[in-house]
């Protein structure tokens, strides 16, 4: 041990001063900067200047030489003592005076130059870190001192060394740049060095401890090593083996750079919360961690584990529907969205059982449910699709046709683009609501027959407003008495299974297709607030927040950000606005400008249902079902590993408080807590009026026929058929204000039997054409004509005419297919009404909000239908009433909820409408804020029904200062009683669409919201609700006065939140 020892003290000092400068001081800059890092950082980033570093170093080696060597080494030495900083030094530090301390400054004097040097480099690094964007001046220095003492590469002493560290870059290969700058390289290390970075780690935990087991053994038996060893030799050979454990520390850490696919995995674990700190840093407010990660590896290894299990199951069966359904899914098991809730349900689907998957991305299901749908296709049934999904009929046909064609081959369609074939020969009709009337219409029975599955596609989009078109599609449906399966793909909606049953007459498996596992990051954003110090606002303060956003995202991805318009905003527009700015856009996101570079960085989308399931999803998401937590909440789930969701809403009234720590728990576990509501399915006289007349439009109906709606409208047919007709005729007088109808029954004789006849229920060519002309003026869907449609009318989205005024008003602004549009008039024709457009893609300066000014006067009152809740303090009832409705104008505001500040549009040619016996929902609260519950009420109608909330009205007799949120109740002067602290809902439709009815059950989980958000607003929310409430609550404070809701919650309803 001791000859071993004595040969390493052999070693030259200045071999050992080499090892020390080199090794032992590069470390201690690890963790200074990205550039800087010769470890894991510098494997991935790496400045084009990065080896001056380590040819500084030889330099200032190679000076410490030649000053050794020329004698003057010891000459500054002693210059540097016999100074005054010197003497001044060694008089005031007492430790100095120690004979040891003495004695070893004295035996190592090379040390003070080393630290001296040590001490240089620092200073340059600092002055570098702190230049970072500027001009580096100390690598001029560096140059001047390279030039001056003529050193070069060949020249320097010791030039192996210099050799072998620039090889060293030789295990790395360059793999890209962040962002197309030159000066942030990615380099990755190869995979033949793997070997080499395990072994330098060993060295490197070995030399730790023998660097360790040394230290012990002097402190252990000093004696011993004193006597075995001088004390200044000890000294040198412990810093040697530091020396030497530094350097293999060097070393690994060099190599301990990242493959290419360890840096891929680094890259998605880091990105994601760094870009949620930015955003925060840049004022858009907390961002929120909404999903944890999926668990540990083996329970995400147990869960594959479980399907692959499942998988082989269903592939063993004896059953061959089922065995066919495992071959297919053993096809897709590694697939992305594989997951057990999506097994489940296509196993139930062969078993014909319906589904309802709560997510609105349909191409989520393709695997799962393709293999039910080719077996009913081999078996010769057919297929019909309904979306409620605009525009997007092409992009559908060619989704099933990819995934249908493999297993079953060639498909026929029937859709918008070939509406004058004849549907008969389709294997899959595929139709959208704008074209519900053209499938309805078709007389071609050899579809309906077979059709064995029913699609529906965001059926939320569409039912709500025509709620009898299902039973005319069941109508049509000839086998209906047989078993129709119903795929249904929908957003988390309430109520929506209950509808779905109530209304189909089928039980439905609930699948809640919602992801889960996803490292989720998510910030809700208040689209329409404006930072003057956003760079953006000069290219558009529309969008100015999501390029902001943008910018700080494209800094950490670089994969494409995804931007979901939703028909919130006109996304086609501002895809083409965008490109002509590249240049500013550009400035901030550190891409290179072209042309082109904006399409790079964005993938415009009109509607978030086109999203895939991809391994990194960063999105941009406008909120347009004022829910920005449920839209959070599903776009996180596109990205299986990782996803970066920017949410942006207007201020509605919730908004602010969905961001609230303590409710966003709630929200995270009770997804029903806020969430759009689904209206209760009515069987009314009204609506089955509707649906006998339109089918006697198109011809007679057998009695028995005729009984099946009666059943379906929930009519038992006990009196007389004569009778059931007496009573039609005069709703249709009474109720719709259509004369001469005369619905009767008739004899006709059978083709078939020429001795048998049958009675057909008809109705007078008088009343065909009444009806037709209402139909077409309150059922048939609007159309619109703009300088686009090329003077072809269009369908505009599921808008029924009788809905029209309560949607659209002469000189607002819409957006159609993604684009932005002026309605210049609403002109009404025969076949229904109709917008002329015109496009306005350069007035979309600011984002617009609308609320019209309307008058409900109530002619004549009936019965109460229904008492809902009867309490002490409250009561909620239906009241039967004669409605007239006049829409005064609009006000405009650049905010949500900038009512008072707004533009107003006063209209005075906007038709009555007028409704008979028809139903309002009446609330009265023994309270003297009455005020405050029908603002709360009125703010919480956008989000209960986002899709609908135009056709509810929340009205009073004496709304006050609040015109544009409350409107204007007038009654007749001999009805007694209407009483002005009553708040009246009104549901401004010519159908029963049960709007009225889910607010009625509902209204205790409504009471609960407006509790939990005033003691919010009370508290932690109060700065918040001030902004959003404005001149309400600065000069009518009285009209809002929420402290008073949390003390009365207990008096009005028994279950509240706590």
């Known amino acids: 041990m001791n000859k071993f020892i004595e040969g390493i003290l052999n070693v030259p000092i200045i071999m050992q001063m080499i090892l020390s400068l080199m090794t032992v001081t590069i470390p201690f800059f690890f963790k200074k900067a990205a550039y800087w890092n010769w470890g894991e950082k510098l494997s991935r980033y790496k400045t084009k200047k990065i080896r ?198 060097e070393q690994y850490s060099y190599y301990n750079g990242f493959t290419k696919e360890e840096y891929l995995t680094s890259i998605e674990n880091s990105n994601i919360q760094d870009a949620a700190k930015d955003v925060e840093d840049i004022g858009f407010g907390d961002s929120l961690k909404l999903v944890r990660p999926g668990g540990p590896k083996n329970v995400l290894f147990d869960e594959k584990q479980d399907r692959i299990e499942r998988i082989n199951r269903i592939y063993g069966s004896s059953e061959n529907r089922m065995h066919c ?136 989009l569409f039912l709500p407003y025509h709620p009898i078109i299902m039973s005319q599609i069941l109508m049509k449906i000839k086998g209906r008495d047989e078993k129709i399966t119903y795929i249904v793909c929908d957003v988390n909606t309430g109520g929506m299974i209950d509808f779905l049953s109530d209304m189909l007459k089928e039980e439905f498996v609930y699948v809640n297709a919602t992801k889960k596992g996803a490292d989720t990051v998510g910030v809700l954003v208040d689209a329409d607030h404006v930072n003057r110090g956003n760079p953006f606002v000069r290219v558009n303060q529309c969008f100015a927040n999501e390029l902001y ?20 905003v006109p996304i086609i527009d501002i895809a083409w606005q965008a490109g002509q700015y590249y240049n500013q856009i550009t400035d901030e996101t550190e891409d290179i400008a072209n042309m082109g570079i904006i399409n790079e960085i964005f993938d415009y989308k009109e509607d978030g249902n086109e999203a895939v399931y991809e391994p990194t999803a960063i999105n941009i998401v406008e909120d347009s079902i004022y829910n920005a937590f449920e839209m959070l909440r599903q776009y996180s789930t596109r990205g299986a590993k990782k996803a970066f969701t920017a949410v942006f809403s207007a201020n509605y009234m919730l908004h602010d408080f969905m961001k609230d720590k303590k409710y966003i728990q709630i929200l995270d576990n009770d997804v029903g807590y806020i969430s759009q509501h689904m209206p209760r399915f009515q069987r009314s006289k009204r609506n089955l009026a509707i649906d006998i007349a339109y089918h006697l439009t198109m011809g007679s109906i057998e009695i028995c026929e005729f009984k099946k709606i009666l059943f379906y409208y929930g009519y038992v047919v006990e009196s007389s058929i004569e009778k059931i007709l007496c009573e039609l005729n005069q709703f249709y007088e009474e109720g719709l204000g259509i004369a001469s109808l005369s619905l009767r029954q008739v004899y006709e004789k059978k083709e078939e039997e020429n001795w048998a006849y049958g009675r057909i229920l008809v109705i007078s060519e008088e009343g065909r054409n009444n009806f037709l002309d209402w139909y077409n003026e309150n059922i048939a869907v609007v159309r619109y004509y703009s300088e686009t449609t090329k003077n072809k009318s269009k369908y505009l989205d599921a808008v029924a005419g009788g809905h029209i005024y309560q949607f659209y008003l002469p000189g607002q602004y819409i957006i159609v297919e993604g684009k932005y549009y002026k309605i210049e008039k609403i002109e009404k024709e025969d076949a229904g009404y109709c917008l002329i457009l015109q496009k306005a893609s350069d007035d979309y300066t600011y984002r617009r909000y609308y609320r019209q000014f309307r008058r409900y006067c109530l002619k004549e009152t009936g019965k109460t239908k229904e008492v809902k809740l009867n309490r002490e303090y409250l009561k909620v009832d239906m009241l039967e009433a004669d409605i007239e409705v006049c829409t005064d104008g609009y006000i405009c505001g650049k905010q949500f909820n900038e009512i008072f500040n707004g533009d107003i549009m006063n209209l005075n040619n906007i038709p009555k409408r007028k409704y008979r016996k028809k139903y309002v929902l009446r609330i009265k609260i023994k309270f003297r804020n009455i005020y405050t519950y029908a603002l709360l009420l009125k703010e919480l109608l956008f989000t209960y029904f986002p899709h609908c909330w135009q056709l509810l009205s929340v009205a009073m007799v004496n709304p006050k200062e609040l015109k544009g949120y409350i409107d204007k109740l007038e009654v007749e002067s001999d009805l007694n009683n209407i009483d002005e602290n009553e708040i009246y809902i009104m549901e401004d439709s010519p159908m029963d669409l049960g709007l009225l009815e889910t607010i009625s059950n509902k209204f205790d989980d409504l009471l609960g919201l407006m509790a939990d958000y005033a003691e919010w607003g009370s508290g932690r929310g109060a700065e918040q609700m001030r902004n959003f409430w404005g001149s309400i609550y600065l000069f009518h404070p009285e009209l809002l006065d929420l402290n008073s809701i949390t003390t009365e919650k207990k008096l009005l309803f028994n279950v509240y939140r706590d």
Not at 103 to 111: A, G, N, P, R, T
Not at 113 to 131: G, S
Not at 199 to 214: A, D, E, N, Q, W
């Open 325 to 460: 359904l495992g071959i297919a899914l053993k096809e897709v098991i590694d697939d992305l969205c594989s997951d057990n809730d999506f097994i489940d349900a296509a196993v139930r689907l062969v078993k014909h059982q319906s589904v309802y998957f709560a997510i609105p991305f349909y191409q989520d299901l393709g695997n799962y449910i393709f293999p039910f749908l080719s077996m009913e296709l081999l078996e010769n049934k057919k297929i019909l699709v309904i979306s409620g999904i605009k525009n997007r009929d092409e992009e559908l046909k060619q989704w099933f046709s990819k995934g249908l064609q493999k297993k079953y081959g060639y498909l026929e369609f029937w859709d918008v683009q070939n509406m004058q074939d004849e549907i008969g020969g389709a294997d899959i009709g595929l139709i959208s609501l704008g074209h519900i009337n053209k499938i309805i219409d078709n007389a071609d029975v050899g579809f309906w027959e077979n059709v064995s599955v029913v699609v529906l596609l965001e059926p939320s």
């Open 52 to 249: 001056r570093e380590y040819f500084a170093w030889i330099i200032m080696v190679s000076i410490v030489l030649k000053t050794w060597e020329d004698g003057l080494f010891e000459s500054i030495v002693k210059n540097i003592q016999s100074s005054v900083v010197w003497n001044w030094i060694y008089d005031k530090i007492l430790i100095f005076r120690q004979p040891v301390i003495e004695k070893y400054i004295m035996e190592y004097q090379w040390l003070i130059w080393v630290i001296f040097l040590f001490a240089l480099h620092v200073i340059y690094h600092i002055i570098k870190l702190k230049n970072i964007g500027k001009e580096r001046w100390p690598d001029k220095i560096w140059n001047n001192i390279i030039n001056k003492l003529k050193i070069t590469e060949d020249t320097l002493p010791y030039a192996e060394i210099t050799t072998r560290i620039s090889e060293k870059w030789e295990a790395y290969e360059r793999y890209g740049e962040i962002n197309g700058d030159g000066n942030r390289e990615i380099y990755i290390l190869k995979d033949n060095y793997v070997q080499i970075r395990t072994l330098y780690k060993c060295m490197f935990v070995l030399s730790i401890i023998v660097v360790f087991g040394v230290a012990g053994w002097f402190k252990i038996e000093p004696e011993v090593c004193e006597a075995s060893i001088p004390i200044a030799e000890g000294f040198r050979l412990l810093a040697l083996l530091v020396a030497l454990a530094t350097y293999f520390m």
């Open 549 to 568: 956003i943008a910018a700080f995202l494209r800094k950490y991805f670089k994969e494409k950000i995804h931007w979901y318009g939703n028909y919130a």
